[in-house]
């Protein structure tokens, strides 16, 4: 018999589940559910057979079906409990982040984040990329069993406003891009083995969650339009072309239900259209959020029926574990809803082949010494350079010829930080723009401090982080984690410092030499300095140490999670650097990223640029500005950075602007009166090499910027507009743009000709090819990104006014002439909009234009196409178009 109370509860639940069901008119036409709608836009499947897949499900069902409730629901959290009687053991189902490389201590590779490699507009290089991250992700657990399965990569809320505070993670503003680069991103990530996944991606936070301030709470309204053709086609390329086996439900609702809670979002759409095939989970603790703070649901217990219910079988967190059998008490969940969470996971998991026996599994034979090998350092370089993108180069200021420099200076607050962005491991190599500087001129850089980001090996339970003072620190350290250090002379040094941080109640460093467990120099205490972004230095003595020294520093604190952050460390006295042959290279930071102006430190910088022959200033933003958890409210440099790049241009206009920013940034003087102007986004370990050999011409800048930079806020709706077509993006902006979307300088010169168009009608079914040739008409070899774009046809609707359809980056030697071809199909998304009456894809008929340049705003060719009308249904079991137009070069 259900008590009165549980009555309540199981309509209030019902209720609510009715009302989600009809709050969407973004929804699907009538009969999406049926058999024959479960494979639209699905064509043949990549990476997992539907053999080995069916398998694996049989194989965790078999499980699941011996399991207690109590063991099933042990299975729908983030740590899984362990079921011994049935041979299954605790999972970590959060492993951890590769956003753009395992977030572990050295060794590790770390590459540019996905913004900065966005940039590079290379599917092929993304792929290499992620394959690397995949093979060290796999090393790792094949050594330590720290498990598969990784929250990142990909992100695809994209960089649609600049002040959303994670624009890094994301591939770009264009659906098309960002959908291309994704799809190789997760097949990296997975890989290409018929029967095991090497791990699992995720695609994530689906989907709309472009804030950051208020994402645990906001629920915007989305129109139907922006929706379809814009917000989920980065999400369906990479179930459809990437077969992503997990997707991570944000913690924003949309159209007032929470995501995870939306039953069309992760079931309707994700499983029933899509033919999604692995598992949602949800962001950390973004079931819990369903109660509180979206108050959608009455308790916990109800948040975390609506959240199985809805599709949602993990939870990163413990509520699922904690409420799920309260909530079948009250009869608001059966127990098959539950089972078939569990059973998704499990399937995934056999699909890792964590049941199988590793001699089965070719990725269990990964060794070890792949991590941070030197073919992965090199993988490193070249996605730095590819990432750079020139902005300005007034007659040919760049590139400067090294061996006129006398002194050369470096100035402003990330000259000698290799700035990685967030969600970064340690590497054991990082190249700051100082670092590949002085590399480039044979020297050698003397800092007096070791950034604490720098290991040489590390334990889990740190990560590098960027600190509000604009450098790399080791953040995130538990309880117990360590970390080793180079080499260091203690002769003649008597006391240790260090720069520290903590949120929590502080906790102590011990410092060993030589080993862990070597003797111990000395024992510092860490105090609660009340935040994790404020710092304070601490000191303890060293005794009688003389030699080199390798540092190991073993972490300690009270209760569990995080409990202190390091920024940096030196022995003391400091010692004074050598003299070198050679130009002379000095560095002042200036200022710092956000902080007010320091007189002596400014005035220092203006003095060291004075008589340089070169000037190199290094500003941008860092995760003190933007992050997860902070969304920006200004676009432009912040603190000092803008006066000191103009003090410093008023005494020496030889001055080149190095963008390290992890976001876009509004530099409308710079761009009017600085020679140069070089973007280095978050460009991975490498990031100071690639620079140096950018700025000394030993490699030809290529990037286009994969977001359009805007010139101030007033260019931009309110943040919390979902409608594309109010001017966002290159597609419905129609103001004058700092830099547009696709754009990009080079150190040599290209011509496009020759467009031809293959047949000028286009209908249902068929494809045309584009093709045209690119020429290097300059004296140095480089690369050019031919761009194809699509004017559609008037419409009865605002269209956008050019749309993304393909890409091909292609390398020429000086004078050398290459053919791009593009093929273009009818089902092509970009001749498509949503038909909000007929709730599907309609295709105008009439006359479309196809464009081709070097960027949005700089179109040098164009012809007409002819398109005839169809329907989704005209598309077949591939559906519309998900990535870009395939091409070929010749």
């Known amino acids: 018999m259900i008590s009165q109370s549980n009555e309540l509860n199981r309509r209030n639940f019902l209720s609510t589940l009715a009302m989600a069901s009809g709050l969407l008119a973004i929804g699907l036409p009538a009969g999406v559910a049926d058999a024959g709608i479960l494979s639209l836009g699905r064509g043949e499947r990549v990476g997992i057979s539907d053999a080995a897949y069916r398998k694996a499900w049989k194989r965790a069902a078999a499980i699941v079906k011996q399991m207690t409730l109590e063991e099933k629901i042990g299975q729908l959290g983030s740590r899984s409990t362990a079921v011994k009687r049935l041979n299954v053991p605790s999972y970590n189902y959060y492993t951890g982040e590769a956003l753009h490389g395992v977030i572990h201590g050295a060794p590790i590779t770390s590459f540019p984040e996905p913004l900065a490699l966005a940039a590079a507009w290379n599917a092929e290089l993304a792929y290499r990329v992620y394959t690397v991250v995949s093979d060290e992700a796999r ?22 406003d600049p002040r959303w505070g994670r624009c890094e993670e994301a591939p770009g503003e264009d659906p098309c891009l960002a959908a291309t680069l994704a799809v190789q991103i997760v097949r990296g990530m997975q890989g290409d083995d018929r029967r095991y996944l090497k791990t699992t991606a995720c695609s994530k936070h689906y989907i709309c969650n472009n804030t950051d301030n208020d994402r645990t709470r906001i629920s915007p309204p989305v129109d139907a339009r922006s929706f379809w053709e814009y917000y989920t086609r980065s999400y369906r390329a990479t179930v459809i072309e990437g077969d992503v086996f997990s997707i991570m439900g944000a913690y924003s609702g949309i159209n007032g239900v929470p995501c995870c809670a939306n039953e069309f ?54 509520t699922l574990q904690r409420y799920l059998k309260r909530a079948v008490t009250e009869e608001l969940i059966g127990e098959d809803a539950i089972g078939l969470a569990a059973t998704r996971l499990l399937t995934v998991r ?29 993988l490193a370089v070249e996605a730095a350079r590819q990432s750079l993108v020139l902005l300005k180069n007034d007659s040919d200021f760049l590139p400067v010829d090294k061996s006129t420099l006398k002194k050369l200076a470096v100035i402003g607050p990330l000259g000698d930080i290799c700035h990685l962005g967030g969600y970064s491991g340690s590497p054991a190599v990082t190249i700051s723009p100082l670092d590949g500087i002085a590399a480039h001129l044979g020297l050698t850089t003397s800092m ?41 002379d ?38 609660r300095t009340g935040d994790w972004q404020r710092w304070t230095d601490v000191s303890a003595s060293l005794g009688d140490i003389s030699g080199e020294h390798s540092i190991f520093m073993s972490f300690h604190g009270p209760g569990g999670g995080y409990i202190l952050n390091v920024q940096r460390f030196q022995l003391n006295p400091l010692s004074t650097p050598p003299s070198q042959a050679g130009p002379q290279l000095v560095f002042e930071p200036g200022c710092s990223v956000t902080g007010a102006k320091d007189d002596k430190t400014f005035n220092d910088a203006v003095d060291a640029a004075r008589d340089a022959d070169l000037v190199v200033l290094v500003c941008g ?114 103001g004058d743009a700092l830099y547009p979307f696709g754009y990009g300088l080079s150190y040599t010169t290209f011509q ?19 093709s045209v040739t690119v020429s290097n008409t300059g004296k140095r070899a480089g690369a050019e990104v031919v761009q194809l774009y699509i004017a559609a046809p008037s419409s009865p609707v605002k269209r956008p006014i050019k749309k993304l359809a393909g890409f091909q980056r292609v390398e020429l030697q000086p004078g050398e002439q290459k053919m791009v ?4 199909p009818h089902n092509e998304q970009a001749f498509w909009y949503w038909d909000e009456a007929a709730r599907q894809f309609v295709c105008q008929p009439g006359a479309a234009k196809v464009l081709i340049g070097n960027s949005s705003a700089n179109i040098t060719l164009s012809g007409d196409l002819t398109l005839e009308a169809g329907s989704e249904t005209d598309c077949g079991s591939h559906g519309l178009s998900t990535t870009a137009a395939k091409s070929r070069v010749s």
């Not at 790792?140 to 994209?158: E, M």
């Not at 056999?350 to 090199?378: M, T, W």
Request: hydrophobic share 35%; glycine share 8%.
């Open 350 to 378: 056999h699909l890792l082949g964590l049941f199988d026996p590793p001699e089965n599994v070719s990725y269990a034979k990964i060794p070890f010494e792949v991590v941070d090998c030197d073919a992965h350092r090199q």
């Open 139 to 160: 090393a790792y657990d094949n050594k330590l069993k720290i498990g598969l399965s990784y929250y990142s990569p990909v992100t695809l809320n994209l960089h649609r």
């Open 821 to 824: 071809t593009f093929e273009l």
């Open 621 to 734: 933003v860092t995760e003190a500005v933007d992050r997860e958890g902070h969304d920006r409210d200004t676009i432009g440099l912040t603190g000092a950075q803008p006066d000191l790049i103009q003090a410093v241009y008023a005494v020496n206009q030889k001055t080149v602007l190095v963008l390290s920013t992890n976001n876009s940034v509004a530099v409308n003087w710079e761009q009017e009166h600085l020679p140069a102007i070089l973007c280095a986004t978050c460009a991975g370990q490498a990031q100071g090499t690639a620079i140096a050999d950018v700025l000394f011409g030993d490699y030809n800048p290529g990037g286009k910027l994969p977001c359009t930079w805007y010139r101030s806020l007033d260019q931009l709706p309110d943040m919390h507009d979902y409608d594309i077509s109010n001017g966002r993006t290159y597609m419905y902006f129609e």
């Open 490 to 527: 203690f002769t003649g040094k008597t006391g240790f410092e260090a720069r520290v941080s903590s949120g929590a109640k502080g906790g102590r460093i011990e410092v060993h030499l030589d080993s862990l467990d070597g003797p111990m120099a000395c024992s510092v205490k860490v105090p």
């Open 448 to 488: 007096p401090y070791v950034s604490a980001a720098k290991t040489v090996s590390a334990s889990d339970g740190v990560q590098s982080q960027s600190s509000s003072e604009g450098v790399m620190s080791l953040a995130f350290i538990s309880d117990g984690a360590w970390a080793q250090y180079p080499k260091m």
């Open 752 to 770: 496009l000709g020759d467009l031809k168009i293959a047949d000028t009608t286009l209908g249902p079914g068929k494809t045309t090819s584009v």
């Open 265 to 318: 979002l992760l079931t309707e759409l994700l499983r029933h259209r899509w033919g999604f095939r692995g598992y949602v989970t949800s962001d950390c603790d973004a079931v819990a959020n369903i109660y509180e703070p979206h108050l959608y649901a009455a308790s916990y217990p109800i948040a975390s029926a609506m959240a199985v219910e809805a599709g949602c079988d993990l939870d990163c967190g413990g």
